[in-house]
């Protein structure tokens, strides 16, 4: 239940369960035990008949749906009085993951809000609330007759009351979706406004179909891409519900998206199924860039939110007001300066290294079968002599001839100083 019987005289202000503002129980208000046995057979039924009543096409699947957080109270209204116990009335105020802040009320009379649980939109045949799940195709007529979608002025003159203010006709709304969600009846005690409202809206409430939620979906993937400047970074995909999307890039001065199709620049809107990439201009310090999409569609009066968390349940809401909300993707692409080329040497006048006198010739890979020849090659056989000298050639008999004449030279010399020496002795 939303909140727990006014005879219930523990207040509860804060996790996990709370309403603020009323006196509430932490245990969970029971439901007699003819009204436990109707709420046991029928709710699997009806809610899976719901979806037909509503007409409802499937909603969104889980990761297209809109999602949010429980984060307080739109309006309060009084509390009312029904054959189940007093319990309050509220608004809620549920903020979805673009900040839109929706406004809903309880359709799950037996479950208790908790304070910062996380919802998501889902089909009405997932509904999880308990109770008795009676007639929820009036649901839809409710919200579109019943306060905030109408003013109090016009319930005035739809109900005849005069005296009806915002609070009176927040209460007698919720009570009458309860009505029609859980089987709640009110018991006839309540202050004049509220009966008035609820009576108006219980009495003429007919089954009227809910418009189809548009199918609304846009992603990028992968989320990042990494590379060097000077080139065109990653292969993004753009998927969408859409045609086509407006895409804005955020990066430095030269910095563009291409589509890698074609080659082409991108300026402007990406159509679906378009796979493109970031250049980021040569020369470019190393950094970040951005790119992001947005696709805006409008969440209808009237459809359902449901806790993630079923560890921890929470009352499911229904949107009381339709909303312009948004859907966004997006990726990053990182880079680094691209390194400059390192330049061929210079070659220098002396060689580095000084090559050996004789060099080793590299050896091939195939053996040469053929004999190296000598650096002095022999001389053929047939010059050499019968006695197997060397042949005398003109350069050398022109030595013997020059030598033989010096030892002559020299013989003579040496006479003629000893034949001098001999007649010196004799005259002496």
Known sequence: MPFAPETANTALSGFPYFSPGHDLSVTSHPLPATRRSRAVTKVAATAAAATLALGLAAAPAAAEGATGEYVGNAEQGYKVHTTDGTVGTTLFNLKLDDGTVLRTYCIDFETNIRGGAKYQEDAWDNYPGKGDFAEPAKVHWVLQNGYPQVDTSTLREKTGYDNINRKT??????????????????????????????????????????????????????????????????????????????????????????????????????????????????????????????????????????????DKPTQTLIAAESQEISTDAGAKVSWTEASEPTPSPTPSDTPSETPSESPSPSPSETPDTKPTPSESPEAPAEDEDDEGGLPVTGAALGGLVAAAVAALGAGAAVMYLSRKRRSSSSIS
């Open 169 to 310: 006709a927040l209460s007698g709304t919720q009570a009458a979706i309860w009505h029609f969600s859980n089987g709640i009846e009110l018991d006839g005690e309540d202050r004049r406004g509220v009966t008035e409202v609820y009576d108006y809206l219980v009495e003429n409430a007919v089954e009227e179909p809910q418009s189809q939620e548009p199918d609304t979906s846009l992603s990028i993937t992968p989320a990042s891409a990494e590379g060097k400047a000077g080139e065109t970074i990653g292969e993004f995909l753009l998927e969408t519900s859409a045609d086509s999307v407006p895409v804005k890039l955020s990066g430095p001065e030269g910095a563009k998206l291409v589509d890698l199709g074609s080659g082409d620049e991108i300026a402007g809107e990406v159509a679906n199924g378009t796979k493109f990439g970031v250049q980021i201009p040569k020369g470019t310090a190393a950094g970040e860039a951005g790119v992001s999409a947005s696709i805006s569609t409008k969440l209808h009066m009237g459809r359902l939110f449901k806790g993630v968390d079923d």
